[in-house]
């Protein structure tokens, strides 16, 4: 199997020059939060940009300095398993596939690897090493912007959330922070001031400077209000092809993974599954 055979063709992106507005505005399109981005009136790729450049950047504009240069690129020959390869040793989700290294003309990423390569195997054997037991999680009564904040300081893209007991009550991930945001102007006036030698008054000196810097604002609100309560889960005797089949039908990323007792007991992300489905074909 190759790239051509789980690439999606009909892929938005955005454009160099542009500003973090036109890549808001394309994502919430699209419903996608990873996006090439190519020379204005070519179709060149000389970036990405995703929902992480944009939350690292808050105060940037233009996607020539939120974005990431120079990003590997694969070919529709490149086979699955050099694609994983590269995703897996670069610490990779999305790639750009171009024609002669250069022209857009696709995006494959570890979810196409599960959904398209992964779900259609069978009898491929249980997720159990490959779930990650220590996982990061917030009480629900938590404000958004403090889940966001503890999202971005221990670099994760998803929490799950709990009750009152303990219990799995919801999840919210990276891609929500994004659509709950609103890009805000805030503008700050800088103001210099003379005083004339041996008084104690001073006149206006009229250098005053506006300065206005585009910032993400969260909702004022518990994650609560705001959560996916409806939370799909596996177990760890759960194949990797049903794992992947379930990732697929309900176009999720990573799923909480439940003890015997149903108890939040870690969770799985879809690069741990083709990382474990691979080494097992091996």
């Given at each position: 199997?190759?790239v051509?055979?789980?690439?999606e063709?009909k892929?938005p ?9 036109d890549?808001?505005?394309?994502m919430?399109?699209?419903?996608i ?9 070519k179709m ?5 940009i995703s929902e ?5 950047k808050?105060?940037?504009?233009q ?7 120079d990003?590997?690129?694969v070919s ?7 694609l994983?390869?590269?995703l897996?040793?670069?610490?990779l ?7 002669n ?5 696709g ?6 690897v599960?959904r398209?390569?992964?779900?259609v195997e069978k009898?491929s054997?249980p997720?159990?090493?490959?779930v990650?037991?220590?996982?990061i999680?917030?009480?629900?009564g938590t404000p958004?912007?403090v ?8 670099r994760?893209?998803i929490?799950p959330?709990?009750d009152?007991?303990g219990?799995?009550s ?8 994004l659509?709950l945001s609103e890009?805000v102007?805030?503008?700050k006036?800088s103001?210099?001031t003379?005083g ?5 008054w001073s006149?206006?000196s009229?250098?005053?400077f506006?300065?206005?810097t ?5 909702p004022n609100k ?8 409806s939370v799909e889960?596996?177990?760890e005797l ?5 794992c992947?089949k379930?990732m ?6 990573q ?7 149903g108890?939040l007991?870690?969770i ?6 083709i990382?474990g ?6």
């Open positions: 199997m190759k051509q055979d789980i690439i063709e892929v992106y955005v454009t160099v020059p542009g500003t973090r507005e890549v808001l505005h394309v919430r399109e699209s419903g939060t990873f996006l090439p981005v190519v020379k204005k009136g060149e790729v000389v970036g990405t992480k450049n944009l939350m690292d808050p105060e940037e504009s996607i020539g300095l939120l974005m990431t240069r990003p590997i690129t529709k020959e490149t086979s699955i398993k050099d994983v390869k590269i897996l040793e670069n610490n989700k999305h790639v750009p596939v171009t024609k290294g250069k022209d857009l003309v995006l494959v990423s570890v979810a196409d599960v398209k390569a992964i779900a009898e054997g997720i159990k090493n490959y990650k037991k220590e996982l999680t917030v009480w629900e958004v912007l889940a966001f904040t503890i999202m971005r300081l221990a994760v893209s929490l959330i709990l009152d007991n219990n799995l919801g999840i919210i991930d990276a891609s929500d922070f659509h890009v102007s805030e503008e006036v103001s210099i003379a004339s030698e041996g008084t104690d006149w206006d009229g250098d005053i506006h300065i206005t585009k910032i993400l604002r969260l518990p994650v609560k209000e705001v959560m996916t309560r889960t596996v177990t759960t194949s990797f092809d049903d992947a379930r697929r039908k309900l176009d999720l990323n799923i909480p993974v439940t003890d015997a007792k108890k007991s870690g799985i992300h879809d690069v741990d599954l990382r489905f691979f080494r097992v074909q091996e």
